[in-house]
């Protein structure tokens, strides 16, 4: 079983509706989660982080946490052409040191 | 606020060359670094981290190696690339205190091996 673990997709959603990314973690001890987002060819950019069960938004994102499930997810409101690029959801495990591990990834492409 | 630097931006070497890559951050003191490698179309793979000058700690056995000379200088190095070190290598920061533990990558570094 692979520590974080996202479909890769491509998840295929058109313009103005939601995206929702899902991402499943196996260390039931993870302290903090993290969503990256990495267009072709560049590198990743933090886009948010969430430590606590629940909902938190900022701007049209908002990550939502689950820690019973082992679950987070990234909700994507309102969605543009420029949201298309690969999403990477990572963990900081309980016992991980300063490491964050890295799920490999879900493709989102905006169809206008 | 905080800025990291990688060079160069992309690099071309034959198979048997020696390999160096170097991350600057300006903007903090005692930050994490980490060296990520990403193979095309794949996920990041972690090679290289350090908490402090003259620590590192090395995730997988390969032909490179990894130094930090000083606080927010980490350096990529290897003595013979092999076709299979291609890849995108990116550098990123973490602070070292708080709770957050996110990181900040660079904007990498192109790597292709002939």
């Known amino acids: 079983q692979k520590e974080v673990e996202q479909n890769s997709g491509p998840l295929s959603v058109p313009e103005g509706a939601i995206a929702s990314l899902n991402c499943t973690y196996s260390?039931?001890?993870?302290?903090?989660f993290f969503w990256y987002r990495q267009y072709s060819g560049k590198s990743p950019e933090l886009i948010m982080f969430?430590?606590?069960?629940g909902d938190k938004e900022d701007g049209r994102f908002t990550a939502q946490l689950n820690k019973a499930s082992q679950y987070v997810s990234l909700l994507i409101r309102d969605s543009q052409p420029s949201d298309s690029a690969t999403y990477l959801c990572?963990?900081?495990?309980?016992?991980?040191?300063?490491?964050?591990?890295f799920g490999s990834g879900t493709r989102l492409s905006i169809r206008p | 606020s905080q800025t990291i630097h990688q060079w160069p931006a992309t690099l071309v070497q034959p198979v048997g060359s020696p390999l160096s890559l170097e991350c600057t951050v300006e903007?903090?003191?005692?930050?994490?670094l980490y060296w990520y490698r990403q193979a095309a179309g794949r996920g990041l793979q972690l090679l290289f981290y350090?908490?402090?000058?003259?620590?590192i700690s090395s995730e997988v056995p390969q032909n490179l190696s990894a130094s930090r000379p000083q606080d927010r200088q980490f350096i990529l190095s290897s003595k013979k690339l092999l076709l299979s070190d291609s890849g995108f290598y990116l550098c990123?920061?973490?602070?070292?205190?708080?709770?957050?533990?996110?990181?900040?990558f660079g904007p990498g570094t192109r790597l292709t091996v002939t």
């Open positions: 350090s908490v402090g000058i003259g620590q």
């Open positions: 969430i430590y606590s069960n």
């Open positions: 903007g903090t003191s005692n930050p994490n």
């Open positions: 990572a963990v900081k495990g309980y016992s991980s040191a300063s490491k964050i591990i």
């Open positions: 260390d039931r001890g993870s302290q903090s």
């Open positions: 990123a920061w973490s602070p070292w205190q708080g709770s957050s533990y996110e990181q900040y």
